[in-house]
Nanobody, 120 residues
Framework: QVQLVESGGGLVQPGGSLRLSCAASGSILSINAMGWYRQAPGKQRELVAGIFSGGSTNYADSVKGRFTISRDNAKNTAYLQMNSLKPEDTAVYYC??????????????WGQGTQVTVSS
């Protein structure tokens, strides 16, 4: 069994910064891709940023230049550094990961979500 636990959300003023963390735990053999998604009220969940095992990354156009995704493979943890936050970044942020378990089964799992609110 594997799980993702997110942390780091909260309330921040426009122009501020937050850092989200996503820690994977359980019967992990390796982690392929990890990503951050977000869902605002009344909107569909969208990809914010992704990072692959080799370190390559991709970003939504709306966050390029402001957000940075990174990972610490030794800790099975991904991070999302969010700078220059805007009110439109307000959403529940979810971590997602594709994990190869010790049972040699690949699972795609989600974290529980963490609220990010950008408001003055």
């Amino acid at each position: 069994q594997v799980q993702l636990v997110e942390s780091g959300g909260g309330l921040v003023q426009p122009g501020g910064s937050l850092r989200l963390s996503c820690a994977a735990s359980g019967s992990i053999l390796s982690i392929n891709a990890m990503g951050w998604y977000r869902q605002a009220p009344g909107k569909q969940r969208e990809l914010v940023a992704g990072i692959f095992s080799g370190g390559s990354t991709n970003y939504a156009d709306s966050v390029k230049g402001r957000f940075t995704i990174s990972r610490d493979n030794a800790k099975n943890t991904a991070y999302l550094q969010m700078n220059s936050l805007k009110p439109e970044d307000t959403a529940v942020y979810y971590c997602n990961a594709a994990i190869l378990t010790v049972a040699r089964v690949t699972v795609n799992i989600w974290g529980q979500g963490t609220q990010v609110t950008v408001s003055s």
